[in-house]
């Protein structure tokens, strides 16, 4: 037994009679001592009795009868060790077997717990897909309705109408930022929206995304609704245009949800928040884009100059109000009332070289414009020029100003020369005249030698008049005594000398009343007003109607002589005051009468001013300042004998 | 009255000359301002007309010198010019001209008669002499 249950026996041989323990008892025990061993038993004898007992207690493979035949022995012992072979075999499969089915059983189990997670997960996800699709939906419809929003008071609405989702949630709060400091705030239900200009916006509404019961949102909520805020959400909204950090609005969401309802909640507003944020930006736009429109306009208009944007065929697109207004016609039309192009337009350099052009033009009327040509490109045609802007800057009071420099530095060498002609001719002239003088009585009056003599005395008369003129017009350079005249009585004076030049005209005046006096030296004045009068009486030889009219603007006297001649053609409108110039035939104008009127005025601050159509008639006006109060009159010392 | 005429233009000499011969005047002429400051001892004249404008002297500088000489006594200057202003009008008789006649003049043969005239009461050389 002791061995038994140290090795591992295979098969055991026992003598049946045995002391102390019995060949049956002992294979008995081994039988659970080492159950893989096959027993065989040695016996003297076969009784019934003992085989039967032996095998049912024993298990006893075989019996072997003593004395026991070798090869008999040799054979039943191979016999139990292939027993005992197999039935360790078996035991193997045995346990194998075993094995194998806890394993499967395992497995089985491990299947159905998988079976069974699974089955659950598949019937929750389906309830949640079909959440997930009601949320997809509602916020489909939801930026679907936000695509016709255009308008903050729109958006308000819509807002109004997602918050119905919640029971809890009072209507909705919408303030759109409109600066630092101030806002528009859209609150109420249905038809009873209001909506008002806040003053005193919650200070801390920089840089933050989403905030709950913020102590200042609370009582601004509070102070705007009048009501005790529960809980309360601020979202912020923010636009990619915006440089400031402020929000470009807010919506206050005050709500009474119970702690596990606002997660749902939540995620509802932040699924919202990035399509309401694409309107807001583009409402925004929106706004800012018609206040840049409405902007432009105003600056366009404000622009004292002619500004107008022209396509290809001349036709005015757009133009500002000092460009007349003429939108849709012809720009040549609108702007001079011309049937074709300006003359020196720069519009079509501009079209052709695509590049800024400017140029001067002149209108009808003798206004000078600095013309500037600005052309558009068309980026999504080619970058064609298809348009140019067009900016006109009144230029006739700048040119009037140049011409007046240039002609003030002739009017000093004209004068100059003027000057010594006058004196180199005076010498001859009046040698001329006092021989002539002298010579009518040393003959009988009715010798035609006298009548002669008298001819050539007024032909020197003559020469010195033309004399006179030149040398007043050098002199008129001079600084002279000033008196203070009454520019009515002056005209009054001078009308008289020109009864034979104005014998054909009606001659009408209206006289301002007590004119302020000017100062000036009423020869000078009369002198001007003389030219005045006299060339428009030679513009009218077949008759017509001279109207003088005296009066006072701003801090100027006017006098306007106006004739309804043939007027001035405006390309040489600028060169009637240069000296020297003139239209009248030779002998009947020096070319000196203007430009001496113009330089006696100058001189006493005043200026000689022109308007004429050609056609029309011409008004010459002569200006001069009041209010200064000059020296008294110096009148020198006119030790003169004549 | 001795007149003495000073002009570089003969035309204008020989008129005023003409003018002052026929009312019995006695007329010496100088065709520039160094003739006229030559002559100007041996002619001692009653009335001068001098003209501004010159070649050589001008009219003024004749003045100048004649007055630096002490060579002016009481004759009556009068300086004639073409180019006639206040200013040149004050500058001729700071110079020691007595009056200024603008040219052309508009009657010679009053003229003649006018300087005459002032020269008598002036008081002439004849009359001082």
Known sequence: ?642 | VKVFIIDDEPIVSRALQRAFAAKGHDVVIASSGDEAVEMWERVHPDLVLLDVFMPGFTGPQVLQKLKKEGKIKSEYIVLMTAHSTVKSREQALQLGAHDFVQKPFDNVIKLVEDLTGTVGKHGGHELIR
């Open chain 1, 1 to 642: 037994l002791k061995v038994a249950r140290r090795e591992d026996v295979w098969a055991v041989v026992s003598d049946f009679k045995m002391p102390q323990i019995s060949g049956t008892e002992l294979l008995g025990e081994l039988r659970r001592v080492a159950p893989l061993a096959t027993r065989l038993m040695l016996t003297g004898y076969l009784e019934l009795a003992v085989v039967q007992e032996a095998i049912n207690l024993a298990g006893v493979f075989r019996f072997v009868t003593k004395p026991w035949d070798e090869i008999e022995l040799r054979f039943a012992v191979e016999a139990a060790l292939q027993h005992s072979k197999r039935k360790r075999e078996n035991q193997i499969l045995l346990q194998e077997v075993t094995h194998q089915n806890t394993l499967l059983e395992s497995l089985t189990k491990n299947l159905e717990n998988e079976v069974h997670l699974r089955t659950r997960g598949i019937e929750e996800s389906k309830v949640q897909a079909e959440e997930k699709e009601r949320r997809v939906r509602e916020l489909t419809a939801f930026v679907k309705e936000l695509s016709y929003v255009t308008e903050l008071e729109d958006l308000y609405r819509l807002l109004e109408q997602e918050a119905f989702h919640f029971p809890s949630l009072s209507p909705p709060l919408l303030l759109a930022i409109q600066g630092e400091s101030s806002g528009l705030l859209y609150w109420g239900r249905g038809s009873d929206l209001q909506s008002k200009t806040i003053q005193a916006l919650p200070k801390t509404l920089r840089d933050f995304a989403l905030r709950s019961d913020h102590p200042e949102d609370r009582r601004f909520w509070e102070s705007q609704t009048g009501k005790v805020c529960r809980q309360l959400i601020t979202v912020p909204f923010r636009t990619r245009e915006s440089e400031s950090d402020l929000p470009t609005a807010l919506i206050f969401l005050e709500h009474d949800l119970q702690k596990d309802r606002e997660p749902v909640f939540l995620d509802r507003v932040m699924e919202r928040i990035q399509p309401i944020s694409i309107v807001l930006d583009k409402i925004v736009l929106k706004q800012a884009l018609t206040q840049a429109t409405r902007q432009w306009e105003t600056t366009f208009d404000g622009f004292g100059d002619p500004i107008a944007i022209v396509d290809h065929s001349d036709k005015v697109i757009r133009a500002n109000k000092s460009f007349q207004n003429h939108e849709g016609s012809v720009c040549h039309n609108a702007f001079d009332n011309r049937d074709e192009s300006c003359q020196d337009c720069v519009m079509p350099r501009a079209f052709a070289d695509g590049l800024p052009q400017s140029g001067v033009i002149r209108t009808k009327k003798g206004h000078a414009y600095r013309m500037q040509s600005f052309p558009v490109r068309d980026l999504t045609k080619n970058a064609q020029v298809t348009t140019v802007v067009n900016h006109y800057t009144d230029v006739s009071r700048e040119r009037e100003l140049y011409f007046k420099l240039v002609q003030s530095e002739k009017l000093a060498a004209v004068g100059l020369l003027a000057g010594n002609i006058a004196h180199e001719l005076s010498n001859p002239l009046t040698g001329i005249k006092a021989l002539a003088q002298i010579l009518q009585g040393q003959f009988d009056q009715t010798d035609s030698a006298h009548q002669d003599l008298i001819e050539v005395e007024k032909a020197s008369e003559r020469c010195q008049q033309i004399i006179r003129n030149l040398l007043s017009f050098s002199q008129a350079r001079e600084a002279a005594a000033q008196l203070s005249v009454n520019v009515n009585e002056a005209v009054q004076q001078t009308l008289p000398l020109l009864k034979t030049a104005l014998r054909f005209q009606n001659v009408q005046t209206y006289f301002a009343e007590n004119p302020p006096l000017v100062e000036i030296q009423l020869s000078e004045l009369q002198q001007v007003i003389f030219n005045l009068i006299h060339n428009a009486a030679q513009a009218m030889p077949e008759g017509g109607n001279l109207t003088i009219t005296t009066s006072v603007v701003d801090d100027r006297v006017n006098i306007a002589v106006n004739d309804t001649g043939q007027g001035i053609p405006p390309e040489l409108l600028h060169r009637i005051f240069e000296p020297f110039f003139t239209t009248k035939g030779a002998g009947v104008g020096t070319g000196l009468g203007l430009s001496v009127c113009r330089s006696i005025l100058e001189k006493y601050k005043g200026e000689l001013k022109v308007e004429s159509e050609h056609g029309q008639g011409s008004t010459f006006t002569i200006s001069l300042p009041f209010g200064t109060i000059m020296r008294p009159p110096h009148s020198g010392r006119n030790t003169q004998k004549s």
